[in-house]
């Protein structure tokens, strides 16, 4: 595969008896859309947590950039290029836009007193620097207008929205998403299917979809993961997932995709 | 389009006003004699230790065991003075090194725990450094405690007075405080807001939250253990029951009073609270009940402290 990003080797998470995850393997390439969509319980989340380090596989590995990064912990895997969005919101609600944006930016620039020993990269950023590279950010994913408004107080499509500016402001190079439609109407769920092609175009981003509304993977994704009960049962461009009859009987042969 | 910047350590004409009223207080010890005066030390050792535990309590966590921290400082800088005659700079130093040491590993360990687990542990830990200080009497002397603790005296000039002590006592809250308001402007500062804020998302966004609360962790125990050495050589006695987990207690109340997530907080708990029990000498069973009652009523009704009654203290902090 060219300019492999991300790899996840016979990946495995097992709760006990429960094999959240089975032997799944499956790679990003540079710049690429992918989407991991599945029905319930069939173990996305689960992916989804290992991937981003926030809980350690059973077996298996995820290698991002040519590097192990399984197991995490999670700021690790961050600040290594990797960075995640949450389901819900997640944001400092008492904060403004700038400043949650600001606070994406922390690790990049926090000079604290362990990491100025051991980390060499130029922090420290000056206030000027901050302040334009949060307009960026906010001009990225169209915020600009709410700048100054609290957190708490944005409705939730823009919520979700601040979301993604906080990880952007860590500049990784794949964004991993946790159903970034969930809980959208049609139309925020239309812009955000432009604002990530946005981001892939002209920012360069690769970007990993964990998704439930199959209209926008379709629409966005440019190859398909699909689990079924922690198993990879199959991998394709979205017009070959569509035919599979495996997924369409996993997906109980809805034929509407929509809604499933 | 507003630039962004960082917080404003500029002060309004209404903090500028409550602080040359602080300044006036601050001086007036030295006319009100010794009980005044030594009220007046007591309060600003309380504000450089209460102003540690903010750090923590910050990062999002409760430690129990500040006194114990101040217990390591003082009887290392004692028992290395003591026992080997070193330069009181030097063991000072020393307690401080042993006490971030000991912070270090500690929290590496247990800051892991959450809430009422971590709480749990450090209260444990403070019960067994007083058990440990009794039982080492070979070293510490025990329950008797080391007394006859020389005074300060740093290049032949001796803080042996109350009027002196009180000088150096003081100069060292201003710098606390100073200390915090610098930390919590600072990028680091934000990052410790961010952890206790939402740590899942500062996590996320690369923001280790284990180093930060280790950080926190270490640099308030670190003042804890400085207090302790100044107490020392204050009251010129030490003894386990100087380090007790009650004091620990009388610190988070003087926090949570005067205000968790305001840098005022400890100034504002530490000097409404250290002259309460000297006051009501009297009163000791009951004032502890009233001190329960009124910290029930201000987590209920007030969980941002009396600092944050007014917000003239605050000024742009908040917005």
């Not at chain 2, 030097?90 to 307690?95: F, K, V, W, Y």
């Not at chain 2, 929290?107 to 009422?116: A, P």
């Not at chain 2, 030490?238 to 100034?267: D, H, K, Y």
Request: glycine share 10%.
């Amino acid at each position: 595969m060219k300019n492999e990003l991300l790899r996840v080797e016979a990946l495995s998470r097992h709760f006990g008896g429960l094999a959240a995850l089975n032997d799944v393997s499956f790679s990003v390439a540079t710049g690429e859309i992918i989407g991991l969509i599945g029905p319930n319980g069939a173990g996305k989340t689960t992916a989804f947590n290992v991937i981003s380090g926030t809980m350690p596989p059973t077996s298996g590995k995820v290698i991002f950039a040519g590097k192990d990064i399984s197991g995490g912990p999670p700021s690790k895997v961050v600040v290594s290029g990797l960075a995640r969005t949450f389901q819900s919101t997640s944001t400092y609600p008492q904060m403004t836009v700038a400043q949650n944006v600001y606070r994406g930016m922390l690790s990049r620039i926090e000079g604290g007193a362990v990491a100025r020993l051991v980390d060499r990269r130029e922090r420290l950023l000056a206030s000027t620097q901050v302040s334009n590279e949060i307009d960026e950010i906010l001009d990225m994913v169209d915020l600009q207008a709410w700048r100054e408004v609290a957190a708490g107080s944005l409705a939730y499509g823009l919520q979700k929205k601040l979301g993604i500016a906080v990880a952007l402001a860590t500049r990784p190079t794949i964004l991993l998403l946790d159903e970034p439609a969930a809980g959208l109407n049609h139309e925020e769920c239309n812009e955000l299917a432009k604002l990530l092609r946005q981001l892939q175009q002209q920012h360069g981003l690769t970007l990993l979809l964990v998704e439930h509304h199959m209209a926008l993977v379709m629409e966005l994704c440019e190859r398909i993961v699909v689990l079924v009960q922690g198993e990879k049962i199959a991998e394709g461009t979205p017009a070959e997932i569509r035919e599979n009859p495996a997924v369409i009987e996993a997906y109980l042969g809805a034929p509407d995709y929509a809604h499933a | 389009m507003t630039q962004f910047s960082m917080p404003d350590l500029t002060l309004g004409r209404k903090q500028l006003t409550l602080l040359g009223l602080l300044g006036v207080l601050s001086i007036v010890p030295w006319f009100m004699g010794a009980f005044v005066l030594h009220l007046a030390i007591l309060t600003s050792l309380n504000i450089l230790m209460v102003n540690g535990l903010s750090i923590i309590a910050r990062a999002g966590q409760l430690s129990f065991g500040h006194a114990a921290f101040a217990a390591i400082g003082a009887y290392v800088s004692v028992l290395f003075s003591v026992e080997f005659g070193w330069n009181i700079l030097l063991t000072s130093a020393l307690g401080i090194a042993l006490a971030a040491g000991f912070a270090f590993l500690l929290g590496w360990v247990i800051l892991r725990l959450k809430g009422v687990y971590f709480v749990l542990v450090t209260f444990s830990f403070g019960e067994l450094m007083r058990l440990a200080l009794l039982d080492w009497s070979d070293l510490t002397g025990g329950a008797n405690g080391i007394a006859n603790i020389a005074p300060i005296s740093i290049f032949d000039f001796a803080f042996d007075s109350r009027s002196r002590f009180y000088a150096l006592a003081l100069i060292v809250a201003i710098l606390s405080i100073v200390l915090m308001r610098r930390l919590f402007s600072s990028h680091f500062g934000q990052a410790i807001d961010a952890v206790y804020e939402n740590a899942a998302l500062a996590e996320s966004t690369g923001l280790s939250v284990h180093r930060i609360q280790i950080v926190a962790f270490v640099l308030g125990s670190t003042l804890a253990a400085f207090g302790g050495i100044l107490q020392a050589r204050y009251i010129g006695y030490i003894s386990p029951e100087s380090f007790n987990p009650g004091i620990s207690v009388a610190l988070i109340t003087m926090l949570v009073i005067g205000g968790q997530r305001s840098v005022w907080g400890p100034l504002v708990g530490a000097l409404i609270l250290t002259p309460l029990p000297e006051l009501f000498r009297g009163a000791v069973h009951t004032q502890n009940i009233f001190y329960g009652a009124v910290l029930i009523l201000i987590l209920r009704f007030l969980p941002g402290g009396l600092a944050s009654v007014t917000n003239l203290f605050k000024g742009k902090e908040k917005q």
